[in-house]
T-cell receptor
Framework: EPEVTQTPSHQVTQMGQEVILRCVPISNHLYFYWYRQILGQKVEFLVSFYNNEISEKSEIFDDQFSVERPDGSNFTLKIRSTKLEDSAMYFCASSASRDRVWYFGPGTRLTVT | AQSVTQLDSQVPVFEEAPVELRCNYS??????LFWYVQYPNQGLQLLLKYLSGSTLVKGINGFEAEFNKSQTSFHLRKPSVHISDTAEYFC????????????WGAGTKLIIKP
């Protein structure tokens, strides 16, 4: 069964550094998302992406964040200057249609020290 | 604003006993409902979903859930749990109220006692 993949599984970085989290969505999906889960808290929506542009973003997704689909398969989340509070599990998801089922990747655990 | 409530943060249950994990939501429009499971140190896996049709939905690993529109609930059940069901379970809802973004519950940790 096709699945969403994410790399790396764990990233440790120093405060102020840039990180890029990578995702490969399911190949025929059109809608892509990033969510995050701070340890012990709810899963939170960050951003949705469709037709090569951001379709919606939450208030968490400030100027430090950006997303890109650099080629036909990868979907990346960049954090320009990481803060301690960016430490979380970041999940990528993809969906074939806007209002249906999301398939999540295994997540990238980001630890900012 | 749309919200999802999982009243129980933890549910301890003996192995082979039945379990029900509760989920209530607030929405005035038609909803899509989901249960995701997160095993220790792993990602989010879709357990089951309700999009339309029969209100009793069967998922993987012997789980099922029933959509009750009048009570705005989507409780998850399993008649006999196994130690391998130890995980955190998340209820999520999407609708036009949330612009079809997934709104998540806080999660319920299912703890299986031997």
């Amino acid at each position: 069964e096709p699945e969403v993949t994410q790399t790396p599984s764990h990233q440790v970085t120093q405060m102020g550094q840039e990180v890029i989290l990578r995702c490969v969505p399911i190949s025929n999906h059109l809608y892509f998302y990033w969510y995050r889960q701070i340890l012990g808290q709810k899963v939170e929506f960050l951003v949705s992406f469709y037709n090569n542009e951001i379709s919606e973003k939450s208030e968490i997704f400030d100027d430090q964040f950006s997303v890109e689909r650099p080629d036909g398969s990868n979907f990346t989340l960049k954090i320009r200057s990481t803060k301690l509070e960016d430490s979380a599990m970041y999940f990528c998801a993809s969906s074939a249609s806007r209002d249906r089922v999301w398939y999540f990747g295994p997540g990238t655990r980001l630890t900012v020290t | 604003a749309q919200s999802v409530t999982q009243l129980d943060s933890q549910v301890p249950v003996f192995e082979e006993a039945p379990v029900e994990l509760r989920c209530n939501y607030s929405s005035s429009v038609s909803v899509y409902l989901f249960w995701y499971v997160q095993y220790p140190n792993q990602g989010l896996q879709l357990l089951l979903k309700y999009l339309s049709g029969s209100t009793l939905v069967k998922g993987i690993n012997g789980f099922e859930a029933e959509f009750n529109k009048s009570q705005t609930s989507f409780h998850l059940r399993k008649p006999s749990v196994h130690i391998s069901d130890t995980a955190e379970y998340f209820c999520a809802v999407s609708s036009s109220d949330s612009n079809y973004q997934l709104i998540w519950g806080a999660g319920t940790k299912l703890i299986i006692k031997p």
